[in-house]
């Protein structure tokens, strides 16, 4: 029995006959699992890193850490995962490239804001050796974190963002260590500061030109691209360079045209139209700058969060193979009618190597249930009228007179409210009233369901009717594209799928702010406003949120002081079997404290001066100041999190 908010949840029902196959109607795992993940007849997630081969049991893993100690929340990393995206990248654009006979190459280039993380880096640029995989990096810090690892012979390191002088001068010395830095110009200051540092350090640059296109994405970036995107140069700031580049005598260090029309492109229709005008573009600039050979489609490659392959934010209507055939065939075609070299295609597609492959693992620790449909309300607690009214009330209801008695409900609440204010409801009649209520709004919308039309009103009865499911995690830290753009990720149990799920709910965190919760879940129809989940039992309860490799990590804030979680990293060691290749402890709570200059040596000494007082004024034993003082040191070394 799980006990909350003064009220006692139903007793658990027998289980009732159950496919696990019916729960894709409810999960869609079908959908948005690209078949990495599946559900094992044991009725647990399976995670299969190369879709066909050895499945992993998620549950079997979070037990298997539990006795580790290592508690959740747990961000799983599944590196198999990533090296299958990076192969069937590469595989799409290679076979673009022999149907439609393109007389040059392509190389995958991972942005790298979209996980900085230094184990999936690694992964990354190991996966990717062979297809010469290049990084990109979008500020001073991230070429700092990079430069040094990033030691593939061959491969680009793409330098985008604002640029100062100590960037570009840092990413020109890259040259002389053998990396290949092309200094890609998003600002037309940056031209001359390029031209300028080089020629005191005596370097020979390669640059690229970013440009702005006026076709537009779609999903929520597409003010990446259009007249007024952040980045990039106008057609007239592009001739400007060429000629600026002329003058200097380096126009040879023009290499590559780049542009970007937004993260999470939903729709193939403005890929198609960007590329168009792209491709026009790198052929007339390669007519100006006989060095080109890099065609930079940058980002914006979907993940169909939803698994609805439609054009909805959380979608895409098209296929990595279909955009790999449309870059190939738009750059082709634009070169060979220009009787020009075919350049080497390069995409910064990171959504789409790194969403699928992390995990994040977390228990439900309480449950706050609604009251359901009852045939008659207990007796009240005295006479008053207005308790008896709804008594009659009740008992009343029937699905031809359920909108007025919906209506008459809310008069009545409020009058109960009115006369509490008054003195003339106790507090016990007040707390019978909103029971009452309740139950009442239950019955109202269990009878409605006999109707043929149910009316707007009651049909929005459904969202207070919710349970909320309280779990051991911060969307703000883990999941904050769920508050910022209401992003929708995929979540569902990670067991018990051989049980039917009986309990709509929604999704609440640790924090105290009342946006920390889920209430928009992917359906295999449209988002839906509930989840179906299990009823509590006494054994533990673990949802997983899926496809959070991609952006989650760094853009996570900690809000209450919640850190970063647990993180393991998952792969095939030698002998083919699955093993724990990283584990990453959480943050403690004196790492998250020293993050907003709270020292811990501070803090303990503060505390031994006000205990030494307490203990002088008799207020603590010195057995208390003992206890005291161990708890709160333990404390400043544990997890962030609740340690159910």
């Known amino acids: ?31 948005w699992g690209e078949g990495y993940f599946d559900i094992n007849e044991a009725g647990r997630v399976a995670v299969r890193p190369q879709k066909k081969g050895p499945g992993v049991d998620l549950y079997d893993l979070v037990k298997t850490l539990v006795q580790r100690g290592i508690e959740p929340p747990i961000l799983f990393r599944f590196d198999g995962i ?112 390029v031209l300028d540092i080089a020629s005191r350090l005596g370097i020979e640059a390669e640059i690229g030109f970013r440009m702005k296109p006026y076709s537009k994405g779609s999903g929520k970036w597409a003010s990446s691209g259009g007249d007024l995107a952040k980045f990039g140069l106008n057609i007239h700031e592009i001739l400007l360079g060429v000629e600026l580049l002329k003058k200097a005598g380096k126009d040879h260090w023009l290499k590559l045209l780049h542009f970007h029309i937004g993260s999470q492109i939903t729709s193939i229709v403005p890929i198609k139209r960007a590329l168009r005008e792209s491709s026009r573009m790198y052929a007339e600039l390669a007519k100006l700058c006989p060095s080109m050979c890099f065609f930079d489609v940058g980002g914006g490659l979907g993940i169909d969060y939803d698994g609805t392959k439609t054009s909805a934010d959380s979608s895409m209507n098209y296929s990595m193979e279909e955009y790999a055939r449309d870059v190939v065939y738009a750059i082709g075609s634009a070169c060979s009618d220009a009787g020009l070299p075919h350049p080497v295609i390069v995409s910064e597609s990171g959504r789409a190597l790194v969403a699928h492959h992390s995990v994040l693992v977390t228990e439900i620790i309480d449950v706050a249930p609604t009251l359901g449909c009852s045939k008659e309300l207990q007796p009240p607690p005295s ?161 997983g949120i899926f496809l959070v490799g991609a952006y989650q990590e760094t853009l996570g804030g900690m809000h209450n002081l919640f850190g970063d979680t647990n993180a393991v990293h998952i792969d095939l060691d030698e002998n083919g079997n699955w093993a724990f290749k990283h584990e990453i402890e959480g943050n403690s709570i004196s790492e998250v404290l020293k993050y907003v200059q709270y020292d811990s040596a501070d803090l303990m000494e503060r505390l031994r001066l006000s205990i030494d007082k307490a203990l002088r004024e008799g207020l603590l034993t010195n057995e208390e100041s003992a206890k005291l003082k161990k708890r709160f040191k333990e404390a400043l070394e544990s997890y962030t999190y609740l340690v159910v």
Request: glycine share 4%.
């Open 1 to 31: 029995m799980v006990q909350t908010l003064g009220l006692t949840e139903p007793e658990v029902l027998p289980k009732e006959a159950w496919t696990i196959a019916e729960n894709n109607e409810i999960y869609w795992i079908q959908g």
């Open 82 to 193: 990533i090296r299958d995206r990076i192969q069937r990248l590469c595989s799409a654009f290679k076979a673009a490239i022999r149907e439609f006979d393109y007389q040059s190459d392509y190389r995958p280039a991972y942005p790298v804001k979209v996980n900085q993380q230094k184990q999936i880096v690694d992964v990354i640029r190991n996966a990717g050796r062979d297809s010469l995989l290049g990084l990109e990096v979008g500020s001073k810090p991230e070429l700092v974190g990079v430069l040094s690892i990033h030691n593939t012979d061959g491969a680009l390191l793409l330098c985008n963002g604002y640029k100062d002088a100590e960037y570009i001068e840092l990413a020109l010395l890259s040259r002389k260590i053998g990396r290949r830095s092309i200094i890609i110009i998003e600002q037309f200051y940056e031209l001359n500061l």
């Open 383 to 543: 006479g008053h009228d207005l308790l008896q009214d709804f008594i009659h009330l009740h008992g009343s209801v029937t699905a031809k007179n359920c909108l007025e008695a919906l209506h008459d409900a809310a008069e009545l609440r409020q009058n109960v409210l009115e006369r509490f204010i008054q003195g003339d409801i106790s507090l016990s009649e007040r707390a019978y009233a909103e029971k009452a209520y309740w139950q009442l709004i239950a019955k109202i919308r269990s009878v409605s369901k006999e109707l043929k039309y149910v009316p707007e009103d009651i049909e929005r009865l459904d969202e207070k009717l919710f349970s909320m499911y309280f779990s051991n995690f911060s969307v703000f830290q883990s999941l904050p594209d769920v508050w910022a753009i209401q992003q929708m990720f995929p979540i569902m149990p990670i067991h018990r799928l051989d049980e039917k799920p009986k309990v709509q709910a929604t999704i609440v965190d640790l924090s105290c702010d009342s946006d920390g919760k889920i209430d928009r879940f992917v359906s295999p129809r449209e988002p839906a406003k509930h989840i179906l989940l299990h009823e509590l039992e006494k054994t533990p309860y673990y949802l």
